[in-house]
């Protein structure tokens, strides 16, 4: 059984740019959510995929935006960089048998960091 | 709107001594309770899960526990050991995503 897979594991971007993050889930499991961690403070919630559809998001700009695909792997795209977008990037997997429930354990990946200059 | 407290932020003991970091939360309309582990520049490692219908789980040497009514969770550590300093996040789940404090920062010194 593998675990949550993330990549890349850094990169440097500059304001402006686009990033492509992506995020292997767990072997079995069909949900995929993203996180955002700024330095000293606790994750905060992006977004989450169901079975390839958005199925709640956080505070956060549509500059946001992601994909589920197929193969329960997941994309978390983010245009127009600004500073404060520098971050740890976190995808974790779930098994959820009901779209909008969060009953199960999430399982994370290590993580991506991005530095924007 | 969940709000979800960690104290303290940081804490530093010796080895050895058994330990209770606190995790509180606002809102006691919750699915479960989650206690991770966070090394330096590293990825969240799941070390227990509490469902909202349970009181309490174990593994090894970590026990935590939730008291929905009052809002709060403990994590309990016995016998410290170097190797468990790292940072401690408590994660309350709600519809669709955990809410998290921001930690608690542990060193356990030789």
């Known amino acids: 059984e593998t675990g949550v897979t993330q990549s890349p594991t850094h990169l440097i971007k500059t304001r402006g740019q686009q990033v492509t993050l992506r995020c292997s889930s767990q072997s079995g499991h069909n949900t995929v959510s993203w996180y955002q961690q700024a330095l000293g403070q606790g994750p905060q919630f992006i977004f989450q995929?169901?079975?390839?559809?958005?199925?709640g998001r956080g505070n956060f700009p549509p500059r946001f935006s992601g994909l589920q695909f197929p193969n329960y792997s997941s994309e978390l795209n983010v245009n127009a960089l600004l500073l404060g977008d520098s971050a740890l990037y976190l995808c974790?997997?779930?098994?959820?048998?009901?779209?909008?429930?969060?009953?199960?354990?999430?399982?994370f990946g290590e993580g991506s960091r991005l530095t924007v200059l | 709107k969940q709000e979800v407290t960690q104290i303290p932020a940081a804490l530093s003991v010796p080895e050895g001594e058994n330990l209770v970091l606190n995790c509180s939360f606002t809102?006691?309309?919750?699915?479960?309770l989650q206690w991770f582990r966070q090394d330096p520049g590293k990825g969240l490692t799941s070390l227990l899960l509490?469902?909202?219908?349970?009181r309490e789980q174990t593994s090894g040497r970590l026990n935590a526990s939730l008291d929905k009514s009052s809002g709060r969770s403990t994590l309990y550590i016995a016998a410290s050991q170097p190797g468990d300093s790292a940072t401690y996040l408590c994660?309350?789940?709600?519809?669709?995503?955990?809410?998290f404090g921001q930690g608690t920062r542990l060193t356990i010194n030789p």
């Open positions: 974790a997997s779930s098994l959820d048998g009901l779209a909008g429930s969060n009953t199960g354990e999430l399982f």
């Open positions: 994660a309350v789940g709600g519809a669709q995503k955990l809410v």
């Open positions: 509490i469902q909202s219908s349970q």
């Open positions: 809102d006691s309309a919750i699915y479960n």
């Open positions: 995929y169901y079975r390839e559809e958005e199925n």
